[in-house]
């Protein structure tokens, strides 16, 4: 079956914008976790949704927020962004929100702020 | 909170010489752990995990892994590396009993195969 998409693959934005990127789990998955990884601070959890909930919130400040829909897909947004939010954004997605559930990663969307 | 260390940010093995990739955590309880590679413009794809039970743990790619609770310790090995290996490497942590953390991951481990 298909893995873990998430669209667009690479981003280009400059400071103050918003940005919204989009991630479509594994057929069947209900969970759906968001990591933001930069050479500095490798990977840092930042929210996780399950049911169209948000279950577990990373120590990220307001500007980053998250949904997901009534299909398990999910998106994340990013407002007034900052040259520092330049990082590779990893979804993953599991069949629950269990901590011993597998995730599967998708390949990541780089987001490079100008 | 746990944590998770991986003290080698590089590693550098002559291809088909033996790995092991160290990594220690700090955590109340056993943890869930977890080990992950990540190619060059890849997502994480799981090698392997430990829950309970056995402490030797085979993964995909003919990976292995030791949970040595005395040590705090969870460090990856194989016995003979291929020039596909050079990737990144990550440790990870889980909480079973605090879900206010879903997933810590260690820094990472770059390795490279030396020909």
């Known amino acids: 079956k298909a893995g873990v998409t998430q669209t667009p693959r690479y981003l280009i934005k400059t400071r103050g914008q918003q940005v919204t990127l989009s991630c479509s789990p594994i057929?069947?998955?209900?969970?759906v976790s968001w990591y933001q990884q930069t050479p500095g601070q490798g990977l840092q959890f930042l929210f996780e949704?399950?049911?169209?909930?948000?279950?577990n919130k990373g120590n990220f400040p307001g500007r980053f927020s998250g949904r997901q829909f009534s299909n398990s897909r999910s998106e994340m947004n990013v407002s007034t962004l900052e040259l520092g939010d330049s990082a590779l954004y990893l979804c993953?997605?599991?069949?629950?929100?269990?901590?011993?559930?597998?995730?599967?990663f998708g390949p990541g969307t780089r987001l490079t702020v100008l | 909170a746990q944590s998770v260390t991986q003290p080698d940010i590089h590693i550098p093995v002559s291809e088909g010489a033996s790995l092991e990739l160290r990594c220690n955590y700090s955590?109340?309880?056993?943890?869930?752990l977890f080990w992950y590679v990540q190619s060059p413009g890849q997502g994480l794809q799981l090698l392997l995990k430990?829950?309970?039970?056995?402490?030797l743990v085979q993964g995909i790619k003919g990976f292995e892994a030791e949970f040595k609770r005395s040590q705090s310790s969870f460090n990856l090995r194989k016995p003979s590396v291929h020039w596909s290996d050079a990737a990144e490497y990550f440790c990870?942590?889980?909480?079973?009993?605090?879900?206010?953390?879903?997933?810590?991951f260690g820094k990472g481990t770059r390795l490279h195969i030396l020909p």
């Open positions: 990870a942590v889980g909480a079973p009993l605090n879900r206010d953390d879903k997933i810590i």
């Open positions: 430990y829950f309970s039970g056995d402490t």
């Open positions: 955590y109340g309880a056993t943890p869930y």
């Open positions: 993953a997605s599991s069949l629950g929100y269990r901590e011993d559930n597998e995730q599967f």
């Open positions: 949704y399950f049911s169209e909930t948000q279950r």
């Open positions: 057929s069947g998955h209900r969970s």
